[in-house]
């Protein structure tokens, strides 16, 4: 961390008086005046300490009412746990680096009765092993990339889950409210029917006790909604952040799906899994050609000065290579073939996953937006006229208190049930997005 600028001067307030020189004393004078003469340095010091302070104050909240792809947007830029596996990709980076090198040379000097050498000695990987390196590192980096991709993916999945959850709870919320608020006109019906002599108080006292119980339901709904506050703020490493989720609620159009041979096409191509398996797989393959290219003998060759009490001073060059008769990397070379089969079968297995899971998600789609239109077009429809009737009947004296609350206490059920019809459809398209790759463009 930087140091305050005012730290050295908080020194030197600190030191006695008596020490000081004549040039410490002139320096702090000329120091006094340049603070005088200009504009800059002659604001308060209470002004260096705010901005200090307001250099390490924490970011501005964001706005409170966003949609999903602002706040998957938030997600994937806040979050610590995609900052760090970002960084395999770094890592991939600094391996290549390392394979790009030439090996270090050898330096060597001898010492004995009438002679002296001084020498150098410097690999050379002539057959391609140098090359072979940094083409295994660069499929590296690309692997690094995908599994970054699929690390994104997953707190994407987590993200949209949590964004659907708040959007759900506030609407639960909010249909609970209004259920409060039918309850409580209808009391004013019924407390003028009581006070016209129309009704017993015994319609009042169920009414009172029913009020009493909506108040708790209510509140039940706002707790679920602040915890659901919680976790999405909690997701977007904002924990005093409140925000609130805008989205439809409305099903798509079911002629609007595409078919999955066409969407199939598409997905195995960008999902993410899928692409981490394939970039794994080339690898690990190209691994097989490098290390049975390392298993050729490096050559080195060396430069020798030599002094001799005799012969004199004279050059001496050299050639050594190793012998490769023991150690022929046999066991680096299977054990890298083994890894590609393995890799074979693990792309395998990701692409059967990823092609039975886009087509789960899609039945499951449709089905839940069959579910939701159906529900909206047999149920919803009947519901503003059903209360008007409820209400009308009990001032007519052709309906009781009991079937009055009964009543609004049934169309509120059935606003409850079309809202987590909506929640099920909403999650299912989500699924679809995320098992064909169709994830939002986002950017850390």
Request: charged share 25%; no cysteine.
């Given at each position: 961390m930087n140091k305050h600028p005012l730290n050295g001067f908080a020194a030197l307030h600190g030191a006695p008086i008596h020490r000081w020189s004549f040039k410490a004393r002139t320096l702090t004078a000329l120091l006094a005046l340049g603070?005088?003469?200009?504009?800059?340095?002659?604001?308060?010091?209470?002004?260096?300490?705010?901005?200090?302070?307001?250099?390490?104050?924490?970011?501005a909240m964001p706005q409170q009412a966003l949609g999903m792809q602002e706040y998957l947007q938030l997600v994937v830029a806040n979050r610590p746990q995609l900052a760090a596996d970002r960084l395999l990709l770094d890592l991939a980076k600094a391996d290549s680096k390392s394979a790009a090198v030439f090996p270090n040379p050898t330096v060597n000097y001898g010492n004995k009765p009438g002679e002296r050498e001084w020498g150098i000695e410097q690999p050379l990987p002539i057959f391609g092993q140098r090359g072979m390196r940094m083409e295994n590192a660069r499929k590296g980096e690309t692997t690094a990339r995908a599994q970054v991709d699929v690390a994104v993916a997953g707190s994407l999945g987590d993200a949209a889950e949590a964004f659907i959850e708040l959007l759900m709870t506030q609407q639960r919320l909010e249909v609970w409210q209004q259920a409060q608020q039918s309850l409580?006109?209808?009391?004013?019906?019924?407390?003028?029917?009581?006070?016209?002599?129309?009704?017993?108080?015994?319609?009042?006292?169920?009414?009172?006790?029913?009020?009493?119980?909506?108040?708790?339901?209510?509140?039940?709904?706002?707790?679920?909604?602040?915890?659901?506050?919680?976790?999405?703020?909690?997701?977007?490493?904002?924990?005093?952040?409140?925000?609130?989720?805008?989205?439809?609620?409305?099903?798509?159009?079911?002629?609007?799906?595409?078919?999955?041979?066409?969407?199939?096409e598409e997905a195995r191509l960008r999902l993410p899994a899928v692409r981490a398996s394939q970039a794994e797989l080339d690898q690990l393959r190209h691994k097989?050609?490098?290390?049975?290219?390392e298993a050729l003998p490096t050559p080195s060759v060396g430069v020798a000065r030599v002094r001799n009490s005799q012969d004199g001073k004279y050059n001496q060059i050299g050639v050594s290579v190793?012998?490769?008769?023991?150690?022929?990397?046999?066991?680096?070379?299977?054990?890298?073939?083994?890894?590609?089969?393995?890799?074979?079968?693990?792309?395998?297995?990701?692409?059967?996953?990823?092609?039975?899971?886009?087509?789960?998600?899609?039945?499951?789609?449709?089905?839940?937006?069959?579910?939701?239109?159906?529900?909206?077009?047999?149920?919803?429809?009947?519901?503003?006229?059903?209360?008007?009737?409820?209400?009308?009947?009990?001032?007519?004296?052709?309906?009781?208190?009991?079937?009055?609350?009964?009543?609004?206490?049934?169309?509120?059920?059935?606003?409850?049930?079309?809202?987590?019809?909506?929640?099920?459809?909403?999650?299912?398209?989500?699924?679809?997005?995320l098992a064909s790759g169709d994830l939002p463009e986002v950017r850390p």
């Open positions: 603070f005088a003469a200009s504009p800059v340095l002659a604001q308060p010091a209470q002004t260096a300490f705010a901005v200090a302070a307001e250099a390490q104050m924490p970011p409580e006109k209808a009391g004013h019906i019924v407390r003028g029917q009581i006070q016209a002599g129309a009704r017993s108080r015994y319609d009042g006292a169920r009414l009172d006790l029913q009020l009493a119980q909506m108040a708790m339901q209510v509140s039940q709904a706002e707790s679920d909604w602040q915890d659901a506050v919680s976790h999405a703020a909690q997701l977007a490493a904002l924990p005093q952040w409140e925000p609130r989720a805008v989205g439809s609620l409305q099903a798509a159009n079911e002629a609007a799906q595409p078919r999955f041979e066409a969407l199939w097989i050609d490098l290390e049975r290219r190793e012998l490769p008769l023991f150690d022929r990397r046999r066991g680096e070379i299977e054990r890298a073939q083994v890894e590609a089969e393995q890799a074979r079968l693990h792309y395998d297995a990701a692409v059967l996953e990823a092609r039975s899971e886009l087509q789960r998600a899609l039945k499951q789609l449709k089905l839940r937006r069959q579910a939701v239109l159906a529900y909206e077009k047999q149920g919803l429809t009947q519901i503003t006229p059903l209360q008007q009737m409820a209400q009308d009947a009990y001032q007519l004296g052709q309906g009781s208190i009991l079937e009055l609350i009964d009543s609004l206490g049934s169309i509120n059920e059935h606003r409850l049930e079309h809202l987590d019809l909506v929640k099920e459809m909403l999650l299912a398209e989500w699924q679809v997005r």
